[in-house]
């Protein structure tokens, strides 16, 4: 059976189970419904390769997280308690912001009825999707409904799969990787279908943040591929070539294969498309990666000439530029496309999995994409004899390293490295991993035994709360308000799991 056919036969998955978001308890359905390597966005495309010279792919990044700030201490969304306490900071933005969620389902179908061939890609958290409903915002939703799962906007919108809670995979505990990524299939399943979710291939990790720990990153993409996705999008500081250099200036522009090898010596690979030049949100804001675009040409892949492509992600909601400044530039470029070459020649908007599936229907192979692998990971593998690598052997060579080179470590890397999410951050970092280590003393031999505990409504519960301590916001503002929710989340965790 397809996994299309498959994916039309089975029952719609329920949004909320007990009032809380439908994060698990369909794990074998839903590994059915990706796991299948046909073209997604292949067969709807309106892009021919030998027409594109340059291509520009842009994503916008939403999140708001959870916190037990409602009555009663009562689990809300930021954006409900925005609404609440208009009078505190930057809260009169709250409706703005709930706009930009909204817009794409809005500016989407009115550049199509001009005549334009945009794309976007889209990154929501499972935390603001929850809130969404939560708040009853159900006009943003339908918005985004129709444009992901009507026929006539596709392939112009591509979601991007994420970590359920917005949390930063290189402190994340490993074992809860993989639930994080289940967690937010399951969720966009149960809002969007089966069949949207079988087109969601690229992933987006919080805060662009990637593990560079050899073990870490190596059950990630494991997780990554096991959960059928094709692509990761990287911050282009957070990888080096396998020299240990920095990335060639064109080589940002091709997609490249990120290998990870573990203290095992096992070795994993996953395609990545590069995303460049920083956090500045006014990259996209004003279209930068359109007008960077228009400077690129063609590039070679083995036998293969393939288009340039700009990528480019940002906050979607989060200042000034995104909130005013991005729709007239969005329009604006989209125009201008379309009077150079009618949107389908020259350069083009052209979402990652659209691209990546035209250029290899076309006969490249992923085998020849430059190799990279995580930055700093070059000076551990330096320090280890490769033919006989061990977990001491690596956990030597990085204790050595620290104390010799004062600019290693395997905290990760991201697009904010002036910021850290683990130093300062004990009194959380601590809490959580006590209660990830007790949620899986408690679950993981009964789901062994008997995956169906996975449906049960205290697994539910107590994964929520496992998955939100672990929010990359708890670790982000400082001491104060923010780590107390962490503290406040470990604590109702830790007393279901004790049950």
């Known amino acids: 059976m397809t996994a299309a056919t498959l994916s039309t036969k089975l029952p719609s998955l329920p949004e909320l189970r007990s009032g809380l978001p439908n994060i698990c308890g369909w794990e074998a359905e839903i590994s059915d419904v990706v796991t299948e390597n046909k073209p997604v966005f292949l067969p709807n495309t309106n892009l021919k390769l030998e027409n594109i010279a340059a291509g520009f792919a842009c994503a916008l990044h939403m999140h708001q997280p959870t916190i037990p700030a409602g009555a009663n201490g009562q689990l809300i969304s930021n954006l409900q308690y925005m609404f609440e306490h208009p009078g505190e900071g930057d809260n009169h933005n709250a409706e703005p912001f709930a706009y930009c969620y909204r817009r794409m389902g809005e500016f989407i179908p009115k550049l199509i009825a001009e005549g334009c061939n945009p794309r976007i890609m889209l990154d929501y958290s499972g935390n603001l999707l929850w809130g969404l409903r939560q708040l009853g915002r159900d006009d943003i939703l339908n918005d985004l409904k129709k444009i992901t799962c009507e026929p006539q906007y596709q392939p112009y919108i591509e979601w991007l ?14 074992p809860d990787i993989k639930l994080h990524i289940q967690a937010w299939q399951h969720h966009f399943a149960a809002i969007f279908g089966y069949d949207a979710l079988k087109r969601v291939k690229g992933f987006s990790p919080p805060e662009m943040h990637l593990p560079n720990h050899p073990d870490t990153l190596y059950e990630y993409i494991k997780a990554l591929k096991e959960c059928g996705y094709r692509w990761l999008m990287v911050q282009e500081h957070s990888v080096e070539n396998m020299d240990g250099s920095g990335l060639k200036q064109e080589q940002k522009y091709i997609p490249n294969r990120l290998v990870a090898r573990n203290s095992q010596g096992e070795s994993i690979s996953i395609t990545i498309l590069i995303k460049t030049q920083g956090s500045d949100t006014k990259l996209v804001g004003q279209m930068q990666p359109y007008y960077e675009a228009k400077g690129r040409g063609k590039q070679q892949i083995g036998n293969v000439t393939i288009p340039s492509l700009v990528t480019q992600i940002a906050d979607g909601e989060n200042g000034g530029v995104m909130m005013n400044e991005f729709p007239s530039a969005f329009f604006k470029a989209c125009h201008e496309v379309r009077q150079e070459g009618g949107g389908k020649s020259g350069v083009v908007a052209i979402n990652g999995t659209e691209y990546l599936e035209i250029i290899e229907a076309a006969g490249v ?116 308000i923010w780590t107390d929710y962490a503290r406040e989340f470990y604590r109702r965790g830790e007393a279901l799991v004790r049950i």
């Open 161 to 174: 799969g994420t970590m359920w809670s917005h949390a930063v995979v290189p402190s994340t505990p490993i």
């Open 365 to 480: 192979n992923p085998e020849d994409y430059p190799i990279c692998q995580a930055v700093n990971q070059h000076k551990i593998w330096q320090e280890v004899d490769s033919d006989k690598v061990t977990p001491e052997k690596v956990e030597n060579a990085i204790a050595k390293l620290k104390q010799i080179d004062h600019n290693f470590h395997i905290d990760g890397a991201s697009w904010t490295n002036d910021l850290s999410w683990v130093k300062g951050y004990e009194n959380v970092l601590e809490p959580m991993n006590q209660l990830s280590a007790l949620f899986h003393q408690k679950y993981d031999s009964l789901v062994q035994q008997d995956a169906t505990v996975t449906q049960r409504p205290d697994y539910q519960e107590a994964l929520l709360y496992n998955l939100l301590v672990q929010t990359s916001c708890f670790r982000y503002w400082g001491q104060g």
